[in-house]
């Protein structure tokens, strides 16, 4: 009997070893990916657009395109108590990676007393082809089962999407 729990017990930590190794193996393609972007970023066509539907007080996009295919997309986001700037990558129209920075205010825009940053808070989406592989805010890596892991996902995958389809709309 204790033969078979230490077999499954070692078979259990070695699973979960490669799919650690796998999971790093694909954040290392992805940050690769992204470095080559951004290094060929000059090359790219690059247009400047407002976004609707994303934040309530407006969203300056710049998108950053090589033939028909969307690349990048760099925007600000401000809301009634925020501003986001953020940087969304693509690759065969997929996303593949988001960085967002989130800047709260202690109160709202366009108040008498100008708005202070209270918190800011620094977001890394790693996407795969089974969806959200890695998230990152700060340095805390925030699971499945995690408070805020689905809003924030759907949040990205859905800012994402609406940069896409503006790209589409020329």
Known sequence: MKWKLLIVTAIFILSSQIVFAQTEKQITAIRAKVAAINKGAKNYTKKNKDVEDISLEGTEATFYSSRLSLK????????????????????????????????????????????????????????????LIRLLVGKKELKAGDENYDELKDSAISIGEKFQEAFRQK
Not at 109 to 121: F, H, L, N, S, W
């Open 72 to 131: 990048k997309v760099t925007a600000n986001m401000y809301g009634e108590t925020y501003k986001a700037t953020g940087e969304f990558y693509y690759e065969n129209g997929k996303l593949i990676f988001a960085f967002v920075k989130h800047n709260q205010y202690d109160t709202q825009i366009g108040m008498a007393k100008a708005p202070k940053v209270v918190r800011v808070e620094e977001r890394r989406y790693y996407f795969g082809d089974d969806g």
